[in-house]
Nanobody, 114 residues
Framework: QVQLVESGGGLVVPGGSLRLSCAAS????????MGWYRQAPGKQRELVGS??????NYADSVKGRFTVSGDSAKNTVDLQMNGLQLDDTAVYYC?????????WGQGIQVTVSS
């Protein structure tokens, strides 16, 4: 069974940084894709960034500010968020895909507020 557990969320002021971590129950090398989505109040869930063995991709809104990275020794996929803005406030979800099956973490709140 695949389990994904997020950690590291919280409250941060505009311009600040946070690092989210997603711990996977199996080797991250077994997944085709891993990454992060987010869902702000009243909005649809959107892709933040994803990574596989070939490339890492980001939403235009976070390019240059956010970084997705995997650590196969720890079986984690992290999301480093710098230069946080008010509209980065959302619940962030770790996800992993194996072939056509997508697994989700429980979500973690990130709030950017002054």
């Amino acid at each position: 069974q695949v389990q994904l557990v997020e950690s590291g969320g919280g409250l941060v002021v505009p311009g600040g940084s946070l690092r989210l971590s997603c711990a996977a129950s199996r080797s991250i090398n077994s997944y085709d894709v891993m990454g992060w989505y987010r869902q702000a109040p009243g909005k649809q869930r959107e892709l933040v960034g994803s990574t596989n063995s070939i490339s890492t991709n980001y939403a235009d809104s976070v390019k240059g500010r956010f970084t997705v990275s995997g650590d196969s020794a720890k079986n984690t996929v992290d999301l480093q968020m710098n230069g946080l803005q008010l509209d980065d406030t959302a619940v962030y979800y770790c996800y992993a895909r194996i072939r056509n099956v997508v697994y989700w973490g429980q979500g973690i709140q990130v709030t950017v507020s002054s």
